[in-house]
């Protein structure tokens, strides 16, 4: 197990370098000026020249003229390798500190959505899938169906409309204690619940009239221990995969959830960067997120491994 550990731990370097490369060049190739997008169009070359000398952006972009090091690119790397993310123009502080800021809120948002996204939608597509073609799983998949067609936007104009302009249940705006979440997370998890319950449902189905569970049940073990014990256990990994690859669409959702209901997360903290032409918190948000999503396409691959030997046998060879 721990051979395979670090082959993936490997693995991810390239991939993470190839990351921050195409980060580089979004910004500082396809981006264009930065000195043009802050100080405006009528800057004057003073100015601009003042300005790209300020923040290195007159140092060549590859390859050092003088030094081969002394480059924006070998500066980049060597900035982010030390933890240093920039500097925010905008905020007039340390990029990692508007991060900082910001990663609490969004977190304390998208893992209550992740959760009860997959604690509801399990248990919904265990009993859909115990109960099949029965009232049960039909009205399960009705549900899931009426879930899945109704709008990100809507969900989130109904709740605010209905559940705190009408019934004043909660409140519309602001970040001041848990209460403030309560519906910008029942919103997220309505507005997944139902293609995770299709695809959880699926993924039980295809264990459940394998040929183990039929022996399982030959052998007397009821119904709902085949599922807990035997059918679970090996849904889970294909189960692990949709997790895995949904998570960077729940942080794009929650940067929605974050402009509807004023919550100062880093989905706040990209849009307020865009309209402020803040380069340098853009950047570092979008390397941010490709590092998470390695991260936990990392994490998920040794879920693999406890889940199924034949991930840790072919781990050995």
Not at 139 to 152: D, Q, R
Not at 187 to 214: C, K, M, N, Q, W
Not at 250 to 259: C, I, Q, V
């Amino acid at each position: 197990m721990l051979r395979y550990v670090l082959r993936r731990l490997l693995e991810t370097v390239p991939t993470t370098a190839g990351i921050v490369l195409v980060a580089f060049l979004l910004f500082n190739v396809v981006g264009g000026s930065p000195a043009e997008a802050i100080l405006g169009k009528n800057a004057t070359a003073e100015s601009i020249a003042a300005f790209n000398h300020k923040w290195g952006y007159d140092k060549p972009l590859i390859i050092g003229r003088d030094n081969l090091f002394d480059s924006q690119l070998f500066h980049f790397v060597g900035d982010l390798c030390r933890g240093d993310f920039g500097y925010s123009i905008e905020n007039q502080e340390p990029v990692i500190d508007v991060l900082r800021r910001g990663i609490g809120p969004s977190l304390s948002l998208t893992v209550p959505i992740l959760m009860g996204c997959v604690a509801l939608g399990l248990m919904l597509a265990m009993l859909a899938a115990r109960f099949r073609s029965g009232a049960a799983d039909k009205a399960i998949l009705v549900g899931s169906t009426v879930l899945m067609s109704v709008n990100y936007v809507v969900w989130v104009l109904a709740g605010q409309f209905f559940l705190s302009y009408k019934a004043g249940l909660f409140p519309v705006w602001g970040y001041e204690s848990a209460f403030y979440l309560v519906l910008p997370v029942l919103i997220g998890i309505l507005s997944s619940l139902g293609t995770d319950i299709r695809f959880f449902r699926t993924a039980i189905l295809d264990e459940l009239y394998r040929p183990y569970v039929l022996t399982a049940r030959a052998k007397g073990l009821s119904r709902t221990a085949v599922m807990l014990r035997h059918v679970l256990p090996n849904a889970l990994i294909p189960i692990a995969t949709y997790v895995s690859l949904s998570i960077p669409g729940l942080f794009a959702g929650s940067l929605l959830l974050e402009s509807f209901f004023g919550i100062p997360g880093l989905g706040s903290v990209s849009i307020n960067a865009i309209h402020s032409s803040d380069m340098a918190v853009v950047r570092a948000v979008v390397v941010l997120g490709a590092l998470l999503y390695q991260f936990v396409n990392l994490v998920t691959d040794l879920l693999y491994g406890l889940l199924d030997p034949r991930v840790r046998l072919a781990g050995k060879r």
